[in-house]
């Protein structure tokens, strides 16, 4: 069988959730099935090379030749086309939306509904920049709802989210499967001190530390994060400084300003292009990690900490409980107090 998977995210340089997910999918799944042919068709040539030598591998790059439409045409003409002509049997699209026309069965991973819900922030963007936002979200949002639809199996990545799915949609149960999510192999502790020192020094950080991770979308309540860490004690906002990974930037300059006027911007860190090595050693080298997000549909970050030895405080929301069980502090990410709290 020659099955086919949109890898385009794989390909993307900006870090995050579609990115990992994809990633993993086409690096591991080669390994397990040996009897069927896979094309994985991405829009920029790749930095892995680990596929030149799978004779059931063949990476095809769609690259992009219109600015602003580039993504749309890409997945709503070429892609189909590209199907077509490789004669491929069963194609999966594993980052929520997919063609309108394809010539063959599909399965699509829809992670969650968040684009189905949460209208994009635009308040401070730049005209261009807000235009750009609306259409991706436009776009997103009907495009994976459409999918969902059509598509022979929809997979998802938790029960919580299979519920949103099925109320939205109202799809029959059945045609939504659970197929759970887990930290990359590379997620392991760093007990090498000397690794740890070099890193810190290199970043120009210091331990102890807390670690917090967020992205372009306000529900990672980076804001939450920060006025929890306010209220900590006077000692031990002394001892441990606060460390926030940005995969994406959108939000860093208001928050540094918020950060500001509670005058903590000698006790905070912000962190932007860190690698899955960097991030492994990061988790290492945390005292804790905190994920007081809003909703998620699966929430890959808390179980990559825990793989690097580090203990967690999350939301007690969406999918995170049924993800992390008893192995986290889960508080109401809304309440700062219960927050910081679960932080000290």
């Not at 094309?39 to 930095?47: G, H, I, K, N, Q």
């Not at 992009?64 to 590209?82: I, K, M, N, T």
């Not at 938790?158 to 887990?182: M, Q």
Request: charged letters at 20%; hydrophobic letters at 40%; glycine letters at 4%.
């Amino acid at each position: 069988m020659r099955i086919g998977i949109d890898a385009r995210a794989a390909s993307h340089p900006q870090r995050g959730g579609f990115k990992t997910y994809t990633d993993n999918l086409i690096h591991h799944l080669p390994q397990v099935d040996e009897d069927n042919h896979y094309t994985f068709y991405v829009d920029r040539p790749m930095a892995h090379t680990s596929f030149q030598s799978v004779p059931h591998v063949t990476v095809k790059v769609i690259p992009s030749r219109l600015p602003l439409v580039g993504a749309v045409v890409r997945e709503q003409v070429e892609l189909p086309l590209h199907l077509l002509h490789d004669g491929v049997d069963v194609v999966h699209f594993p980052a929520i939306t997919a063609p309108l026309i394809i010539p063959c069965p599909f399965v699509v991973t829809i992670h969650d509904i968040i684009t189905w819900d949460e209208k994009p922030k635009l308040a401070g963007l730049r005209l261009d920049e807000a235009i750009k936002r609306w259409s991706l979200h436009f776009y997103d949002s009907h495009l994976s709802r459409l999918a969902a639809k059509r598509a022979c199996l929809v997979i998802t990545v938790s029960r919580n989210s299979k519920r949103d799915i099925v109320n939205k949609t109202r799809l029959n149960p059945d045609r939504v499967r659970v197929i759970y999510e887990a930290p990359s192999p590379i997620f392991t502790p760093t007990t090498n001190c000397e690794d740890l020192d070099r890193f810190c020094v290199a970043r120009r950080l210091q331990r102890p530390f807390i670690m917090g991770l967020s992205s372009a979308s306000p529900r990672k309540n980076a804001l939450g994060l920060v006025n929890a860490y306010a209220k900590l004690s006077s000692e031990v906002i002394q001892e441990y400084r606060l460390v926030i990974v940005w995969t994406h930037g959108l939000w860093k300059n208001e928050i540094g300003r918020h950060i500001s006027r509670l005058g903590l911007q000698n006790r905070t860190v912000f962190l932007e292009d860190v690698s899955d090595e960097e991030l492994r050693i990061l988790y290492s080298a945390a005292s804790l990690f905190v994920f007081p997000s809003f909703y998620e549909g699966f929430g890959l970050p808390p179980l990559e900490a825990m793989a690097c030895g580090t203990p967690v405080v999350a939301s007690n929301t969406s999918s995170l409980p049924e993800v992390l069980g008893t192995a986290a502090l889960l508080v109401d990410p809304r309440d700062t107090v219960a927050l910081a709290q679960a932080m000290s």
